[in-house]
């Protein structure tokens, strides 16, 4: 096998523009006035009384009060500032102005595409430097989200570290034995060895990692009830900046193989999916969602796995604000040493790098 070990500086990632980023679950979002910033934009949700999601500027134009903030408020489909009274319409126009008829021209809140999607709102983060397109074709899915034949959980959480760390931290996951061992982590996972594959032209990162025979950990043992060893399949799909997508197949050791048109009836299948969200350079949205096909409706399963997907997410979210404490107490020119397990990062970062890369000047 080909052993790799690579020195390299540390530094941060840079938020990627012109890009889809989860900004909310569709349930977070209704007729009360809700505000996350996203890639160091404070931007307003709400939905209008046609149920559409709509998504404006958190700072009114006149002297740049929330309008997240009460007293500002909805008044049917326009949003009312708390402070003097300029009010906005869906499309972030003003539409009036206390004490004269005319509204400047210039009166209107930068207003953001969104799609709402596998239970996501998907917002588009544009580049001020060059022009781009908010193609909601181009958002990857996760349909397992939004399906009938699955049954999700899911929450947000957030962190104060650089997004890049969150990249490393999902697209490596030998941490599981150590950070979240008694959970979702036992040995095998260390040591078993990965592959790693980069689609360039897609912009997928793929990291695969099979283990023949391993220990069942808790969160699969509890929601399966299979007792015994299993063969564990994780297979992570990674399409930056934002959707990474982990394939989790178990199965008890001897189980049937899926069958070659995909079918898999001897398996428990997880779909565990985390969307990666800048707040801002120093501060992320971790967004975690957990899917199954086995124990449909079991309410007690569905606690179960909420409960233990958020007690392992919070390991992370503990280990990340730490490490991000501790690298911004680093000297310059600090380095760190790469080995096999970290493929799929490295791939992962150079991807981002390209994609935040400032567009070449044309040459005339
Ligand atoms: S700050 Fe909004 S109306 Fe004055
Ligand atoms: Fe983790």
């Given at each position: 096998m080909h052993h790799m070990e690579r020195r390299t500086l540390v530094t941060m990632t840079a938020i990627v523009r012109n890009q889809w980023y989860?900004?909310?679950?569709?349930?977070?979002?209704?007729r009360e006035l809700f505000s996350r910033t996203i890639c160091g934009e404070p931007i307003l949700f709400w939905r209008t009384e046609g149920g559409e999601v709509t998504a404006m500027s958190?700072?009114?134009?006149?002297?740049?009060?929330?309008?997240?903030?009460?007293?500002?408020r909805l008044v049917d489909d326009t949003v009312v500032c708390?402070?003097?009274?300029?009010t906005y319409g869906a499309d972030g126009v003003c539409v009036a102005v206390p004490g004269q008829k005319r509204v400047p021209r210039t009166a209107r809140l930068t207003s953001y595409s969104v799609v709402e999607q596998d239970s996501f709102v998907w917002v588009w983060i544009a580049d001020p430097e060059r022009p781009g397109t908010a193609d909601p074709s181009t958002i990857p899915r996760a349909r397992w989200l939004d399906s009938p034949d699955w049954d999700a959980v899911s929450g947000v959480e957030h962190i104060d570290c650089n997004y890049g760390l969150l990249v490393d931290n999902l697209l490596d996951l030998s941490h599981e034995t150590y950070l979240h061992g008694g959970y979702i982590?036992?040995?095998e996972v260390a040591e078993t060895p990965i592959t790693t594959e980069v689609d360039d032209d897609a912009g997928i990162v793929y990291v695969s990692r099979h283990m023949d025979d391993a220990q069942c950990p808790p969160f699969y043992s509890k929601s399966t009830g299979v007792q015994g060893r299993i063969t564990r399949w994780q297979d992570i799909e990674y399409t930056p900046p934002c959707l990474y997508l982990l394939h989790s197949r178990i199965a008890p050791v001897g189980a049937a193989l899926p069958?070659?048109?995909?079918?898999?009836?001897?398996a428990f299948h997880t779909e565990i999916v985390y969307a990666i969200t800048p707040e801002t350079e120093h501060s992320t949205h971790d967004f975690w969602c957990v899917a199954r096909?086995?124990?449909?409706?079991?309410d007690e399963v569905s606690t179960f796995l909420a409960e233990n997907n958020r007690t392992v997410v919070m390991q992370d979210v503990v280990a990340l604000d730490v490490l991000q404490k501790a690298l911004d107490a680093e000297k310059a020119g600090y380095q760190e040493l790469s080995i096999n397990i970290d493929a799929g990062g490295l791939a992962a970062r150079r991807i981002l790098a390209a994609m935040a890369a400032p567009a070449p000047v044309p040459v005339s």
């Amino acid at each position: 096998m080909h052993h790799m070990e690579r020195r390299t500086l540390v530094t941060m990632t840079a938020i990627v523009r012109n890009q889809w980023y989860v900004a909310a679950y569709g349930r977070e979002v209704s007729r009360e006035l809700f505000s996350r910033t996203i890639c160091g934009e404070p931007i307003l949700f709400w939905r209008t009384e046609g149920g559409e999601v709509t998504a404006m500027s958190d700072r009114c134009v006149h002297r740049r009060f929330p309008l997240s903030q009460s007293p500002s408020r909805l008044v049917d489909d326009t949003v009312v500032c708390g402070y003097h009274g300029f009010t906005y319409g869906a499309d972030g126009v003003c539409v009036a102005v206390p004490g004269q008829k005319r509204v400047p021209r210039t009166a209107r809140l930068t207003s953001y595409s969104v799609v709402e999607q596998d239970s996501f709102v998907w917002v588009w983060i544009a580049d001020p430097e060059r022009p781009g397109t908010a193609d909601p074709s181009t958002i990857p899915r996760a349909r397992w989200l939004d399906s009938p034949d699955w049954d999700a959980v899911s929450g947000v959480e957030h962190i104060d570290c650089n997004y890049g760390l969150l990249v490393d931290n999902l697209l490596d996951l030998s941490h599981e034995t150590y950070l979240h061992g008694g959970y979702i982590g036992t040995p095998e996972v260390a040591e078993t060895p990965i592959t790693t594959e980069v689609d360039d032209d897609a912009g997928i990162v793929y990291v695969s990692r099979h283990m023949d025979d391993a220990q069942c950990p808790p969160f699969y043992s509890k929601s399966t009830g299979v007792q015994g060893r299993i063969t564990r399949w994780q297979d992570i799909e990674y399409t930056p900046p934002c959707l990474y997508l982990l394939h989790s197949r178990i199965a008890p050791v001897g189980a049937a193989l899926p069958a070659d048109d995909g079918t898999d009836t001897e398996a428990f299948h997880t779909e565990i999916v985390y969307a990666i969200t800048p707040e801002t350079e120093h501060s992320t949205h971790d967004f975690w969602c957990v899917a199954r096909d086995f124990a449909r409706g079991d309410d007690e399963v569905s606690t179960f796995l909420a409960e233990n997907n958020r007690t392992v997410v919070m390991q992370d979210v503990v280990a990340l604000d730490v490490l991000q404490k501790a690298l911004d107490a680093e000297k310059a020119g600090y380095q760190e040493l790469s080995i096999n397990i970290d493929a799929g990062g490295l791939a992962a970062r150079r991807i981002l790098a390209a994609m935040a890369a400032p567009a070449p000047v044309p040459v005339s």
